[in-house]
């Protein structure tokens, strides 16, 4: 069963930056687009930017300017680049991907995923 597998959270400081990583992990499924979004507790998800089919964006107003989504197909990997990071950035954060599975006889499936979380933590 394909996964979608999340890294690069951790502790960083205000001002810093993290690049989170969202993979998946079947070959045979490539990543059409999708997003990030985030969890702080006692708040709910939220969208944090989302990458269309065609390449597209657009980001919350609260991270523009600080935030990069981007796909590398090659790798199979959606990123998110986080600079100038804040306190308030603190939070889970999932990767949602739409997953598009090509069989071996050529037919294609899309799926939606939701990785598993990564928590960023940023000091002040």
């Known amino acids: 069963q394909v996964q979608l597998v999340e890294s690069g959270g951790g502790l960083v400081q205000a001002g810093g930056s993290l690049r989170l990583s969202c993979v998946a992990s079947?070959?045979?499924?490539?990543?059409?687009?999708g997003g990030w979004y985030r969890q702080a507790p006692g708040n709910q998800r939220e969208l944090v930017a989302r990458?269309?089919?065609?390449?597209?964006?657009q980001y919350a107003d609260s991270v523009k300017g600080r935030f990069t989504i981007s796909r590398d197909n090659a790798r199979n990997t959606m990123y998110l680049q986080m600079n100038s990071l804040k306190p308030e950035d603190t939070a889970v954060y999932y990767c949602?991907?739409?997953?598009?599975?090509?069989?071996?006889?050529?037919?294609?499936?899309?799926?939606?995923?939701w990785g598993q979380g990564t928590q960023v933590t940023v000091s002040s």
């Open positions: 079947i070959s045979t499924f490539s990543i059409n687009g």
């Open positions: 949602n991907a739409h997953l598009v599975e090509t069989t071996s006889d050529g037919r294609e499936f899309e799926y939606s995923y």
């Open positions: 990458l269309t089919s065609s390449g597209g964006t």
